[in-house]
């Protein structure tokens, strides 16, 4: 640009008259406080201590940060998250299936996964029909397994059905009251069932009195309640006075009006008592001889 020119025309006028044009800068005024030439410097104020910050308060959060107390997890390298057995699950349990007549459609069934456990799963099952519709929902349990290497779960169980209940806690605390009164009153039936069975048998062995001092009694009566019976307590007991009566007889000729106990063993297993006749007897019981006034008795 040559000297002189301006790109301002207002300058250019200036300069005409002979004037200096104004700077378009103002001079900066002179620093406040600085005193003049001449005057007594002031003395040096203090300065102000900067205002203590207010203390935070530990119940107010800083924006920004969740509420709570820190934490950290220590979850080890082997054990599986909720997530991936969930998924796992429902890979095995849930789903679609098509049911196919015919080779026509007639009906699909959808499975998914409602609550699970470490060792159970229950899930629901839908089913939509051609010809009616929707069927109501159903519910059923099984065990499972879980490989957390190949994160996959498998079935361990048959399904069984299962239904839910919807209840208050007023209900629930019915029902749980219902069940220990009933818990009791079958224990209490269990316990006098049970006196009303010793009482039996107890009564059974009064006819046994005279078994009393027997080794083999003894040990009958001890295990008088483990017998499954009364009559299987009394088949031991007669089968225990029979050999009793066999040791006991005295030794000599028998006397031919005597009854002679026998004991023999009948193919379900159990003892049978019952009188040997003596050879006199026989003939009477054979040929009807018992009668003195028998005319068919030939006489010397």
């Not at 699950?89 to 049911?99: P, Q, S, T």
């Not at 010809?131 to 069984?160: E, F, I, L, M």
């Amino acid at each position: 640009m040559e000297k002189g020119m301006t790109n301002n025309p207002a300058e250019e006028e200036l300069e005409g008259a002979g004037q200096e044009p104004e700077s378009s800068f103002e001079q900066e005024p002179e620093q406040a406080g600085q005193p003049e030439e001449g005057e007594p410097e002031a003395a040096p104020q203090p300065e102000e201590e900067p205002a203590p910050e207010p203390e935070a308060n530990p119940e107010e959060q800083p924006e920004g940060e969740p509420e709570g107390e820190s934490f950290s997890r220590n979850i080890p390298p082997e054990a599986f998250t909720y997530r991936e057995v969930a998924d796992a699950l429902e890979e095995a349990f849930g789903g679609e299936e098509d049911i196919v007549e015919n080779g026509v459609w007639v009906a699909t069934v959808f499975r998914g996964v409602i609550d699970f456990t470490d060792s159970e799963v229950v899930y629901g099952q839908n089913e939509y029909w051609a010809d009616s519709g929707w069927k109501p929902t159903r519910r059923y349990r099984c065990s499972y397994s879980y490989d957390s290497n190949s994160h996959t779960a498998a079935r361990t169980s048959d399904s069984v059905e299962v239904f839910v209940r919807f209840l208050t806690s007023e209900e629930i605390a019915q029902i749980e009251a219902d069940a220990a009164a009933f818990a009791a009153l079958k224990e209490f039936k269990a316990e006098y069932d049970r006196k009303a069975t010793e009482a039996s048998y107890d009564e059974a062995l009064e006819e046994f009195s005279d078994l009393v001092g027997i080794d083999a009694y003894q040990s009958v009566y001890e295990n008088r309640y483990s017998y499954e019976s009364v009559d299987a307590l009394k088949d031991a007991c007669y089968l225990i006075r029979g050999k009793f009566a066999l040791q006991t007889k005295p030794a000599g000729k028998a006397n031919v009006d005597d009854k002679i106990p026998a004991i023999t063993i009948d193919q379900n297993g159990k003892p049978e008592v019952f009188e040997v006749l003596s050879p006199i007897e026989k003939l009477h019981k054979e040929y009807g001889t018992k009668n003195e006034n028998n005319k068919n008795i030939r006489r010397n």
